[in-house]
């Protein structure tokens, strides 16, 4: 059994990666989702991650974190995600569970420090929340076992030609976590695009259960800028954490040594993959895993085959 912590903004595609891994109960421990500004503010992100776990009687703690980046004012993705982060689901009831009263980082230390085993993060967001985690508790890096990240791309971008969203909202914290020590598995833009779900995929879900139904909801508005583009499919970027964790086998992979760019004019928050070989490599034990590509037959069937359970489980 694998503990692991979520940090991330809710957020279409955070949503979905968390229900996928709320229906793997047995290989999966959920023991936290921390939240943080980036598709909305902290406290809307908050207010949406309860909102769908109320919908479906689940009951995780969730402490909100810091509600802007750690430098700068935050550049939301209200585009992609709507004001709420989560439009689309407007018409599901508001949350009654209220959060954690902790601050995440404060919930994040005690929940570490209680644990005997190590524990996995699963980050979705911008790294605001783990940086300052790390550098205000240092001590409990290494009952880190690893990060599993949605961020960053080997070659293109989709905030800046060569930068993604989560890296970009705040490349000083992902400098101080990329430089932590602690491992780090990096499901790139490029892992993502390649394990896109197809929009006649999403449409079978309208006549599931009631998870199914939910994701359905959820993905008919998060894929609206494919549809806009005459695409045939969405990246659901951070369900590909999860499947990672579910199933690392599906992914081609290289280990390389990765920066962040913090302050370029326009390769802000770039991470700078270092493919020259090992020969380049000083610190191998600093090196990153980037994920370069999946099965995307694979990674499909095991999302909607994790739906179709879920749909037994909530009626
Ligand atoms: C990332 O940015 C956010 O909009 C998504 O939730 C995902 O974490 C993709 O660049
Ligand atoms: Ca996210």
């Avoid at 955070?14 to 598709?39: K, M, Q, S």
């Avoid at 550098?135 to 030609?161: C, D, F, V, W």
């Avoid at 090992?278 to 610190?283: H, K, L, Q, S, T």
Wanted: hydrophobic residues 40%.
């Amino acid at each position: 059994m694998r503990k692991i912590l979520f940090d991330g903004d809710p957020g279409h595609d955070d949503v979905i990666a968390f229900l996928t891994a709320a229906g793997h109960p047995e290989e999966v421990e959920i023991c936290g989702f921390t939240t943080v500004a980036g598709n909305s503010s902290a406290d809307n992100c908050t207010e949406n991650i309860l909102k769908i776990m109320d919908y479906l009687n689940l009951s995780y703690p969730v402490a909100t974190g810091y509600n802007e980046p750690l430098c700068r004012p935050l550049d939301n993705a209200a585009k992609f995600h709507g004001e709420t982060g989560l439009d689309g689901c407007l018409a599901y009831p508001d949350a009654f569970t209220r959060k954690d009263p902790r601050h995440a980082v404060e919930f994040l230390k005690d929940t570490v420090s209680a644990m005997e085993d190590e524990v996995t993060l699963v980050t979705m967001g911008p790294l605001t929340n783990i940086a300052v985690f790390f550098k205000t508790y240092p001590h409990l890096r290494k009952k880190i076992r690893e990060i599993i990240m949605m961020g960053g791309s080997y070659s293109s971008g989709n905030m800046l030609a060569k930068s993604e969203f989560n890296m970009f909202a705040d490349p000083e914290s992902a400098r101080i976590v990329f430089d932590s020590g602690v491992s780090i598995v990096l499901a790139t833009m490029e892992a993502c695009y390649s394990g896109a779900l197809l929009l006649t995929e999403q449409e079978t879900l309208k006549n599931g259960g009631k998870v199914s139904r939910l994701v359905y909801d959820i993905l008919k508005y998060y894929s609206r800028y494919a549809l806009r583009n005459g695409w045939d499919r969405t990246a659901v970027y951070d369900l590909t954490t999860v499947v990672y964790l579910l199933a690392p086998d599906l992914f081609q992979y290289r280990d390389m040594r990765v920066d962040i760019e913090v302050n370029g004019v326009y390769t802000r928050g770039m991470t700078v993959c270092d493919d020259r070989g090992p020969a380049y490599i000083e610190a191998p034990e600093q090196t990153k895993r980037v994920l370069l590509s999946v099965d995307r037959e694979k990674l499909a069937s095991l999302f909607f085959e994790t739906l179709k359970k879920m749909d037994q489980w909530y009626i």
